[in-house]
Structures are given as structure tokens and as C-alpha cells.
């Protein structure tokens, strides 16, 4: 069949590919100088607590916040905090704020010789209660929901359940590994002794960036082409482009793992597959993951590679009462929760709706007022 | 999305899934272990001599700074152990 195309139809998509290929020549010059970067993590915000390399921040809102109870979000050890606040309109803080939250954040910073000693303790049972009581301070109220992702899904779990005074109303662990026989191909090396954790560890007595950006990269160590291809079919499109960046800038940008942290790890979690027992040693007592009365939601990625949906799934049946425990299966990868279309389509929304259901409603007045759990 | 990126992305599933299944493999990762440590051997065995050369002319080799650096390194950690100690029991005092 011919292709009838009116003069006028014609006219224009010439016109849309001769100003295509001069957005695509001009963001390819962009792209290759470096220049014209997003800003990551541009959300105004304020540093209310430091201890270490450690600190809180709080995210500012222009007019109260709808929810009565602040939400802290804590990251994970091994990759930077900005991920959950990429860049602006795609942004899970921004996100979050604009839906009635009082965001904080917890980021954890860059490790070096200092942090060498850094231990599963030194979070769980220094670095998370101060930054708690901080957050507590900063906004009056009593109770508060933690967000973990991740690795920081963990320690909000040995956190919640560790302290009698943890006043972690909800739960939320995002991409929460438990089962690490589940993980991926580098864990099950270390694990099976293929591969020896203090040959990781470099003279600053932490694991250096390079060594998980290459665990990351051999997921699936091909994909950078589809991704470039993808980028230059693209190039004309400049938020495309800006997204790309970030998204390339924070996979690149990983941060090392803390020396004494990483042995636990590697011992606790991935040789004994301890979490998996529902409870945990550390700091000098037994953590029971059922002790905490926060109602828990574990949110996972149908499609996650990093963090499989098998490796989260058993949170469901060990952490909470079980009268307390919801479950989210959210499409889209590891970083859903954070960036990428489906984030803002369903990861955030549905989020921030189990959030909001489960938190109580400030009236005009600023007066709480108390809904349902 | 165009043809030529679709045969771009099939191709790239096409070669990237038997690598990924290479990379994901026991044999890769026990390859990737006994290549780090022959470097390290090697590295080590190339360090030894420089740092006896250096030694030589009285000068310090990288593996001395390394050294020096190890040790202040766990100096500062132990002066930060022992200011969060007395934090602690200036905290219990008060």
C-alpha cells in the first residue's frame, strides 16, 4: 500500500526531524563535553543533626505538613542517598513533601579510614536512635514512620525492633534484603568462600567503591549498550537526556562499605543467612524482629535484579506482628523507588496512599488528629 | 521506537544473556579470585624490589606510606572511640 502524505504532513515532519537532528547534535555535544548536568539532590533542605560523617537532613515545605508523623528515610550503606532525590520533578522526596509528608533524611556519607571500625551497632545503636531523637525534637511529635531502602531496610529493622523507646509507628522497608540466598551471583560467591571478604577490603580497612560498582556492572554487564542506543535515539529529547545523566552519575557514583560492617554482612547475613532466623545478635542482645508494635509494609520491584523479590519476600512472614504486616508488589526495578516512570506513576503513589492511611491528619489548626492504624 | 534501535536491543539480549549467564557462573568468579590474586603477587613481588631500591637511597617507598598511613588511620579511630567514650559518661554524669 502507498504512502499518501499530504504536502502540508510532509512539510512538517521534515521540519520535525531537521530540528530533531539539530537537538540531537547539540545535546551529543552537551553530553560528550559533560556540561549542562542536572543538579542531583536539589530539594531545599536543611542539615538539623551531624555526628561523624552522618546527617539528617529535613526537606523544606513551604505550609505544614498534612501528616501528622514525619517520615524518615533511611539509605542504604553502599550507594549515595541522592538517588531517592534525583533531580527535580523527579524526585521521591519532592514527591512525598508535595503529598502532606514532613521528609527527613538520614544519609549516611562517604567512609574513609575513620569509618573503618564502622559496625552494624555503630548505625543500629548509635547513628539511628540520635538521628531519631533529633527528628523528634525538630517536629514535637511522639511517633515517626521509617522508610528504609535496602541495606538501610535492615538496619531500620534491627533499629525498630532493637529499642524499646524506637517510637517507629510505621515500617516501611523498600528493596529490604532478608533471604541472602537469594541474592545475586556475587553474594553466593562470597557466601561459598569463591570469594574472600578481606581480599575486598582495601588499605583504608573498607571495601572500595570500584569493587561494588563491579558487582553492580556484572549484573548484567551488557546492558550499557541498549542503554546508549536507547540514549541516542533520544538525544533530541532534552529531559531524556538530563535523566539519563543523573541515572548515569548515581550508578557510577557508589560509596565504600564500611570494613567491620561488610565482615558482619558477610558472616551474619549472607554465610548464615542469620536474617532469615527472625531475630539477630547484636550490639550484645537478641534483636527479635516481631518485638517492634509498628505496623510493617514491605514494598517490593516485581523486576528488581539487585535485590530479587525472592531475597525480600520472607519479611512478610519475620518482621511485625502478624496482625500488622503488609505487603506492596510494585512493577519496575530497584531504583522505582526512587526514579523512573513507574516511580511516579505507582511506586510513590501507592506508597504515599499506605503512608497516608496509616499516619494521622493534622486539622486546620495544626492540631493532630488521630485516624486509623 | 525504531528498527534500528529494536535490532540494536534484540542483538544486545542476544549476546548479553550468554555473558551474563558467563559472568554469573562459579568458574567466573573463581577466575576473577585467582586473577586478583595473581596481581596482588605480582604487585607485591614489583613493590618488594622498588621499596629495597628506594631504601637504598634512603628514600620512602609507597608501601611505607601505606604503612604510615594504616597506622594513623587507627589512631584517629581510637582517639574517635575514645571521645565518643567520654561523651558517654559525661552523658551519664549529667
Same mark, same amino acid.
Given at each position: 500500500m502507498a504512502l499518501q502524505l499530504s504536502p502540508a504532513d510532509l512539510l512538517a515532519s521534515v521540519n520535525r526531524d531537521v530540528e530533531r537532528s539539530y537537538l540531537r547534535a547539540r545535546n551529543g555535544l552537551r553530553y560528550v563535553r559533560g556540561s549542562n548536568r542536572p543538579t542531583l539532590g536539589a530539594t531545599p533542605k536543611d542539615v538539623v543533626w551531624r555526628r561523624d560523617k552522618v546527617q539528617l537532613w529535613r526537606y523544606r515545605r513551604d505550609e505544614p505538613a498534612r501528616f501528622a508523623q514525619p517520615l524518615l528515610i533511611v539509605t542504604s550503606l553502599v550507594s549515595r542517598s541522592y538517588i531517592l532525590d534525583l533531580m527535580p520533578g523527579s524526585s521521591a522526596v519532592e514527591f512525598l513533601r508535595d503529598h502532606g509528608f514532613d521528609v527527613f533524611m538520614l544519609d549516611w556519607g562517604i567512609p574513609d579510614e575513620l569509618d573503618a571500625d564502622n559496625s552494624l551497632e555503630t548505625y543500629v545503636d548509635e547513628y539511628l536512635p540520635r538521628a531519631v531523637a533529633a527528628v523528634r525534637r525538630q517536629t514535637g511529635c511522639a511517633e515517626l514512620t521509617m522508610a528504609g531502602y535496602c541495606l538501610g531496610g535492615v538496619l531500620s529493622v534491627l533499629y525498630a525492633n532493637g529499642? #524499646? #523507646?524506637? /517510637?517507629?509507628?510505621n515500617l516501611v522497608l523498600m528493596a529490604t534484603p532478608v533471604d541472602f540466598e537469594q541474592m545475586g551471583p556475587m553474594v553466593a560467591a562470597l557466601r561459598e568462600g569463591r570469594l574472600d571478604p578481606e581480599e575486598m577490603i582495601d588499605e583504608t580497612g573498607n571495601v572500595p567503591a570500584d569493587v561494588l560498582y563491579s558487582g553492580f556492572f556484572m549484573l /548484567?554487564?551488557?546492558t550499557i549498550v541498549a542503554q546508549r542506543a536507547t540514549l541516542l535515539e533520544n538525544l533530541w529529547n532534552d529531559e531524556f537526556v538530563r535523566g539519563f545523566q543523573a541515572m548515569a552519575q548515581w550508578t557510577r557514583d557508589q560509596v565504600p562499605f564500611a570494613g567491620a560492617a561488610f565482615r558482619e554482612v558477610v558472616e551474619l547475613f549472607v554465610r548464615r543467612n542469620a536474617l532469615m532466623d527472625g531475630s539477630l545478635h547484636v550490639g550484645g542482645r537478641e534483636i527479635d524482629f516481631t518485638r517492634s508494635g509498628a505496623t510493617v509494609l514491605n514494598a517490593m520491584a516485581a523486576k528488581d535484579t539487585v535485590v530479587p523479590r525472592a531475597a525480600a519476600e520472607p519479611i512478610a512472614a519475620l518482621v511485625g506482628r502478624p496482625e500488622r504486616r503488609h505487603e506492596l508488589l510494585l512493577p519496575g526495578g530497584h531504583v522505582t523507588f526512587g526514579t523512573g516512570r513507574s516511580a511516579f506513576r505507582h511506586t510513590l503513589p501507592s506508597l504515599a496512599e499506605w503512608m497516608a492511611a496509616h499516619s494521622d491528619e493534622r486539622d486546620a489548626d495544626g492540631h493532630q488528629v488521630v485516624g486509623a492504624r | 521506537m525504531s528498527t534500528w534501535l529494536k535490532l540494536v536491543l534484540r542483538l544486545e539480549r542476544a549476546i548479553g544473556a550468554p555473558i551474563e549467564s558467563a559472568v554469573h557462573s562459579d568458574a567466573y568468579f573463581d577466575v576473577v579470585a585467582e586473577l586478583n590474586r595473581g596481581t596482588r603477587r605480582v604487585t607485591g613481588a614489583v613493590e618488594s624490589v622498588s621499596k629495597r631500591g628506594l631504601h637504598l637511597l634512603n628514600l620512602p617507598a609507597g608501601t611505607d606510606i601505606r604503612q604510615v598511613r594504616e597506622q594513623l588511620a587507627r589512631m584517629d579511630r581510637r582517639l574517635l572511640q575514645i571521645s565518643k567514650k567520654l561523651e558517654q559518661l559525661e552523658g551519664e554524669r549529667v
Open positions: 529499642h #524499646d #523507646d524506637a /517510637a517507629v509507628r /548484567a554487564p551488557t | -
